[in-house]
Nanobody, 123 residues
Framework: QVQLVESGGGLVQAGGSLRLSCAPS????????MAWFRQAPGKEREYLAS????????FYADSVKGRFTIAGDKVKNAVYLHMNSLKPEDTAVYYC????????????????WGQGTQVTVSS
C-alpha cells in the first residue's frame, strides 16, 4: 500500500507563487508516474499535469500550461507542482495521484491518491 502526502498549500495573493510537494510512503520501491489534479467547490476534479515514471515526459492541461510546472525527484520519488501567476480561479483543493504506468489525464486510471492540500488565491 502506498500513501501520498501533499504539502505546500496555503493562502497567496493573485499573481503570487506556490510550490506543492507530494511524497509517497509505504511501498516506495516502485517508481510511479505521478500527477496533480484539483477540485474547486461545486466542480469536478480537474487534471493539471503529470510526469512519467522515468521523469522524461511531462504533460499539462491547457488551462495551466505556461503557469504551472511539474517536476520529479527520483531520489525521493517525490513530485512537485510549481505554480506561478496564480489567479483566484486557481482556488481549490489540490491532489497528488500515482500510478504504476499510466501518466495521462484520466483520474480513474490512477491507483493512489493523497488527501489533498488547500490552495486559496485572494484577489
Amino acid at each position: 500500500q502506498v500513501q501520498l502526502v501533499e504539502s505546500g498549500g496555503g493562502l497567496v495573493q493573485a499573481g503570487g507563487s506556490l510550490r506543492l510537494s507530494c511524497a509517497p510512503s509505504g511501498r516506495t520501491g516502485t517508481t510511479y508516474a505521478m500527477a496533480w489534479f484539483r477540485q474547486a467547490p461545486g466542480k469536478e476534479r480537474e487534471y493539471l499535469a503529470s510526469i512519467s515514471s522515468s521523469g522524461r515526459n511531462t504533460f499539462y492541461a491547457d488551462s495551466v500550461k505556461g503557469r504551472f510546472t511539474i517536476a520529479g525527484d527520483k531520489v525521493k520519488n517525490a513530485v512537485y507542482l510549481h505554480m506561478n501567476s496564480l489567479k483566484p480561479e486557481d482556488t481549490a483543493v489540490y491532489y497528488c495521484a500515482a500510478s504504476g504506468i499510466y501518466s495521462g489525464s484520466y483520474a480513474e486510471s490512477y491507483d493512489y491518491w493523497g488527501q489533498g492540500t488547500q490552495v486559496t488565491v485572494s484577489s
